[in-house]
């Protein structure tokens, strides 16, 4: 399973809302997301993003806790 697959349907519903706004930015997240199986692997670009996107400060145990 993915970290794309591990989202919840409302973390999916935003990250189409961010389609709308940030296309380009949004479907290189969706694919860094769908590319790693675990968050640890994201790049720190792809950390800063999924937390800006969600709304929560970019630190490890955070992202860690949101993937759970």
């Known amino acids: ?10 973390a ?7 389609m709308i706004k940030y296309p380009y930015s949004t479907t290189a997240l969706i694919r860094g997301l769908k590319e ?10 792809q ?3 999924v ?7 970019c ?3 955070n992202i860690i806790n949101f993937f759970e």
Not at 1 to 10: A, C, I
Not at 36 to 45: F, K, Q, V
Not at 51 to 57: D, L, S
């Open 47 to 49: 950390c800063h993003r």
């Open 36 to 45: 790693n199986r675990y968050c640890l692997d994201l790049t720190l670009n």
């Open 12 to 18: 999916v519903k935003v990250l189409d809302q961010e």
């Open 59 to 61: 630190t490890l145990t």
């Open 1 to 10: 399973m993915n970290l794309y697959d591990k989202l919840s349907p409302e």
């Open 51 to 57: 937390a800006a996107v969600f709304g929560f400060e």
